[in-house]
């Protein structure tokens, strides 16, 4: 068993008792709630919420893992989960890390590259919270107008800039991507319920299968 081998392994064994801890600290509050001090809604209210919430963010459960391991491997996945802010925060920082090292991604070495990148996002993400805390709303509230509505652009300028990071890598795949994503939330607004998790699972999985096919060319070609 070699190095990278035997990282993976203590990875997965203190990563799986993090999950746990993980999950006895985001239960434990309304436990406490519940059984402690009373206040308790409802199993039909606890259940309609269960399905609200799946509805929801349920597709991430599948495409969040697939997606997110080619680029911070198995140590990354577990830190990304377990520190929340995957998309907005923790794969940015990977993706950037990643590039400036110039290691490729899918390769051992970038994605220690970048689960060093998202642990210093988990730093430094904890530092700003810190100050947002503490006068964050004071500054915000103080802020010209103009400004206070660029900050709502940061998270769409994220998302974009990823995007353009791996458009460039394979076009194609990046054109589908949008157009499937575009077509599946016109498609979802005329299905009963809320299956807004279906534009997530259609658009990763069928991207994923339109690069796997351009790279099957890459290679026939090669």
Known sequence: MDAFAKYNRSIVRVGRSTMVLGAVACLLPPLLMAVYFGFFPGWAAVIA????????????????????????????????????????????????????SSFKTGTREGAIMGTIGMAISVYVGILFVFLATIMGQTIISNLPGNVQRILGLIIPALYGGIFGQ?????????????????????????LPGNL????????????????????????KHS
Request: proline share 3%.
């Open 166 to 190: 791996f458009a460039m890598k394979s076009w194609k795949t990046a054109v589908w991507a949008l157009g499937i994503s575009l077509v599946m939330t016109k498609v979802v607004q005329f």
């Open 49 to 100: 919420g269960a399905i609200s919430q799946i509805s929801v963010s349920g597709a991430f459960y599948f495409s969040e893992p697939i997606s997110y391991y080619p680029i911070v491997g198995t140590s990354g996945l577990y830190l990304s989960i377990l520190s929340g802010n995957s998309v907005n925060m923790r794969i940015p920082a990977a993706a950037t890390s990643i590039e400036a």
């Open 196 to 219: 807004s998790f279906v534009v997530t699972l259609t658009a990763v999985f069928s991207s994923i299968m339109i690069a796997k096919t351009q790279i099957a060319e890459i290679e």
